[in-house]
């Protein structure tokens, strides 16, 4: 047998003994599309430089119920940069958008081998620059991966199953370097219930532990300071949260805490007060409120706002933090109004979104002056950037976008010397950067010639470009609703009169002005029901504590005369002492009630005291007794009794006495007539 038709059979032989013995893999389900997921790792280096190779790790996850056979990784990267915002963006969120050509010469593309179900494979590729085929122009070079891989049916495909895109940007090295700065949010995860306990502390407990996503967002942004270019917003909800958890207060009875867990707690507060102090924080108000609702209720809105401040200046003075006061609405919850509602001294900052400032442009930067009603305000524009379709949001991925925004702001520079655009990234609050990245990282972002760490409270201080274009008249958003602010204006009275009768009365204002504030948090929007239902609670909470302090009297009082006495208790049955006063109200005006000082009474305890009142020529008369506070507030339910004299008057008195007379004259007149009659009778002579 010749030698070609020895190696046809041999081969044919090979190909049928491989169908034969090959694994049986469950055939793919008909219109199924693949699902390989893909997560970019590393990326060195993080800017492009001449001559310096790109090597990229990662891994590929397989999400099918089936196999995948010789699947490949490749690099993929385009020959000319991007150079606008927009290209970058579609690039990042499009999977279907143009990110560049394969490089696919040999060494240039990673083996991974078969894929079964659920099963994860790392890749690394490295690609000497000679090799990436760029023009080495300036500007925004999206870069990634893409995955090939044969099906169960031996089909192969020359369109990539599944991928991820960063970018890696080209910028010399003589251009002047631009401010780029990054805003970590600490928010609070939970909320107190009706009852004073905490609604989930587990979830709160597990964020703030080793591992979880609040610990890792504030590990992340301590190791990534980049030389002052981190900014912390806090929310003093999650300060207190934090203390209460690990002092083990207002927890749920089903709850307890372990020695490490509260340990843990305690890290976590004292590592983000830590970094807050040395990075210029900004704060929000307490429990990031509503300033929808409120700016939409302005007959409501004074007494509200001085509580949420309240709020929030004691817990800052609790934990010794200062910071620039700033508010932020939501996404889909910025008008006009509010804006101007907001201005206040003009140097607290709005966080908007770019969607809420339809003629905002990167050439104004993150930080604009804005010109209300009242007054002009800055405003900083949080122009999130898509994380892509292609691949989840990681370390790497944020590193990157700070990086081409800074670069994409170079050359917005160099074309015009007027712009002032910079490189601003704000972290979703969400987000959970994991523990799996490097030390510094993320702060190489701040090492690179053209990017230059800065602030926002540097920025801040900088001369700002004017917005003067459209803002929105109305908002998509649905704010709290007004019942819900009612509710809260209703715990405002009741606790100012409250709080006006307790003697200490510094916590109870600090403990009201916290549960103003979070009845009005904007997380209440997602589930209005619960919202109203707990301002509901705390406004019977402390109109049953009102209802503990009350006064009684008799039913009915006699004096003995027209002045008189009678005893009125005062009941406290609250937990803490109060002072007092009482208001007397008569039925007649005409009569003079006298004025009573206030009375102090311990908790619990019960107070009599004497009220003199003189009734005059009055025999009867109802008095009410009011318990009132220092500015004539009432409190409680007044009691009615009435009072009445048992005094017969002066005249009366004149004709009993004038009737005593005469009795004693006729007495002394009938006595003297007896005896001038005895004396006239003649004497008779002795019988012998």
Known sequence: MSSPRRTILVALLVTILGAVLAPVVPAQAAGED????????????????????????????????????????????????????AQVDEAMANSKAYTGVRVVETGAFDELGDLAPSQTKRFRISVPYEQLGITGAEGVYPVGVQVLATDTDGSRSPEALAGATTTLPLISSDREAVPTSILWPFLMTDTRTGAGTYARPDRLLRAVSPGGQLRNLLDLASGSSGGGAGTALVDPALLVGVDDLANARHLPDDLELTDEQRAGAATFLEDLLQYARTHSPWILGYDRPDVLALAENPDLEGPLVRAIDRATDTVLAKYQLSGRRVSWPTRDGVTRGLLSNQRGSGDSPVIVSSSSLPDWEPRLGSLVQYTSAKGPLPLLVNDPKPTGSTGPETVLVLRQRVLSDAALAVLERAIDPDSR??????VDPQWDPGVRWSTGQLSTAFTVPFTRATSLDALLTQRLMSYKGDVPTTAEARPLSRAQVLKATEIVEMGATLSSIISQSADVDDTLAREVASVLGVRWRLDRSAGLVLATSYARRISSELDKISIEAPPSVTLSSSKGGFPLTIRN???EAIRI????????????????????????????????????????????????TANGTDVGSPTTFKVRSSSIGTVLWVAMGLAALFVLAALVRRFHRRRTASSAMPVGDDDD
């Not at 655009?421 to 704000?426: G, K, P």
């Not at 004497?610 to 109802?622: C, E, I, M, P």
């Open 581 to 628: 006063g009482v208001d007397l109200d008569s039925s007649n005006p005409a009569l003079t009630i006298p004025t009573l000082d206030d009375v102090d009474v311990a908790a619990g305890e019960r107070r009599t005291i004497t009220v003199q009142v003189d009734l005059g020529r009055q025999r009867t008369t109802f008095l009410t007794a009011h318990l009132v």
């Open 34 to 85: 693949p699902d390989l997921q893909v997560s970019i790792r590393s990326l060195d280096p993080s800017r492009l430089t001449r001559g310096a190779d790109v090597t990229m790790t990662g891994t590929v996850t397989n999400r099918n119920d089936h196999a995948w056979t010789a699947a490949q990784v490749y690099l993929v990267i385009p020959a000319s940069p991007f150079t606008t915002r």
């Open 421 to 426: 655009a910079d490189s601003f990234t704000m």
């Open 573 to 575: 049955d609250t937990d």
